[in-house]
DNA sequence: CTGTTAGCGCATTCAT
DNA sequence: ATGAATGCGCTAACAG
């Protein structure tokens, strides 16, 4: 039953006694084969169980429709239970298959350019989307010399030329929280971001200096310790937190990263500390994934399934070598639920 | 500075003033290539900013180092969010990459054998693993027939013969949950399950007999209502639940479904029903996620980063053409944690 | 140690 | 409407 070579397009020729043409024609639906012939065709490709060599057509072609998406592997566990990271990756391979591609994972030993370029440039893959290594300017420059499609998943640099990205206003995001927290008369606020080598991801800055924007606006002055960095996984944000309340008691808190706030929200829970009444909260993320935490997060929301989907369309347009039209960030949304109020001195504080 | 077109190994052998032989030499590391002309290549090779082609290496070779990841369009959404799927997506990349593969991640429009056959016969990838459709019998076949190496995600199918996958034993799970309420005292246990197309896919099928086990075993007769079929979905569950409480008030619940777990205790959160003291619950998943649950839960713990390797193994076995040495299905643990309570009639009810 | 030759599977000229 | 011939980029067998 089962050959012992995959039947190739050769042996579907002979089996219907054409040629390699005409079976390529029946194969691409070419115009004007004769029905008698093509049913010939299809009968030996048929009996023959024959499946076209992708790898070939690909090789030919130079097309794979095939997105590859990088990330470093040292961010992978991380990232993957993160709630923003996964409605992109979900909006992402939806657009792309939606779309007519497949999405590649690919994971660099490291984070810094060699290590992704040196995965990037021996991917089959008609263009990258790109998770941005902690530095990305030799990475950016490498692959315009190697004239490799690619656009990176935030704002990577701050040169007007490089537009291949579609970001959020995360000063916008910064300062939203801020103010309402303001608004609602809170004074020690803490704004708790990750920490890369001890400097900030550029939307970590940008949300900061919103949120330095709105205090300003107030006329609070903007202390460094207003500032926290705690590590972005389970159980380091859980410690990071416990340590920020031993020697703190801030009545409300920012928080930059989806998981770090799960951290907080049950380190509260563990020690009494009842939101919104004892501390107000803001987390920063898709929407859904608040609302399904307890109690219901007042949030900054972000549109991840539209930014993704512009992701795709952009890398498309640099694939097909169309002039790319940038898109203006998106301005995130404050959504207000139950993990906000207004602050008072008469209101309960935790022991 | 930037070719016309990306330049070839022809192209380096040229300005090498070497053949092509000589440069694919030096690319492949071969044995003695004299050093001179090595140097001589890799100068050419750097002037010219080369890059070999991974399309053609592929096409040569006949391997990609892709393993396709396949999962039903439909199912993306719901699985995305799903505890135990991040966690073997996860481990799956993570072992995958170690053993030099990339995952290219492979949807079909639905869940069924044509349309998942569909999309895998015109793939690159050197092997499938397969999140089951709902019925995989003719995809077995077919996949079979083509001689394209793949595995599940899960048993797929009664047959002895059809040992293409990696499971944990779901009877033991749903057996030790049932046991373990019922030494508890419990006796109104709920045991929700997700359902497709008014069936249960095989592992549910296998935790129903296993609960069922524990109830023979109590001499606690086996009704219907036992069984709660709820979809998986964050709102739906939430819903369902919902449903199942205003007519009914057992003490424990088994939850099949990490989503509809959280969608649960949000339901209690809501309603004021105290975990464990008014309801005991049991999950079954990855322990990490029920860890950072509050409060804690009790959870049949399975160890995915297990599975999701082994499943690896097998499909890289199957690829090479080496004998495949089944795995014996990993028995799933009980983790006891907050969520579970003995049952006592003077125990509060719940109004 | 290096060059010559052939061919992987397919699509695409160019003839007929 | 179909066949014959060519080449994509690379590797490998065979010479030398």
Redesign the pocket.
Known sequence: MRQI?????????QEA?????????V??E?????P???QKVLDAIERLG????K???I????KSYILGLVIGQSHISNIMFNAGFQAQFKALTEKAHKEGYNILLITAATADSESYFEVIKNQVADGFIIFSPSQNDTLTAMLEEADIPYVYNMKYSDNPQDRYYVSSDDVEGGYIAGKYLLDLNHKHIRFVVGSVKGGYLPFNADRIRGFQKALKQYGVPFQEEMIVKIPGQMDESYNGIHKLFQTDRPTALMISNEITTVAALNYFFDHGIRVPQDLSVIGFGPSEFFRSLRPNLTNVSYDLAWSSAKLVDLLLQRIEGKPVTPEMPKKPELVIRDSTARYSEAAPKPS
Not at 5 to 13: E, F, G, N, S, Y
């Open positions: 070579k995959k039947p190739t397009i050769r042996d579907v020729a006694k054409v040629t390699t043409s005409t079976v390529s024609r194969l691409n070419s115009t004007l084969v004769k008698r012939t093509r024959y499946i076209p060599s790898t070939a057509r090789f030919k072609s130079g």
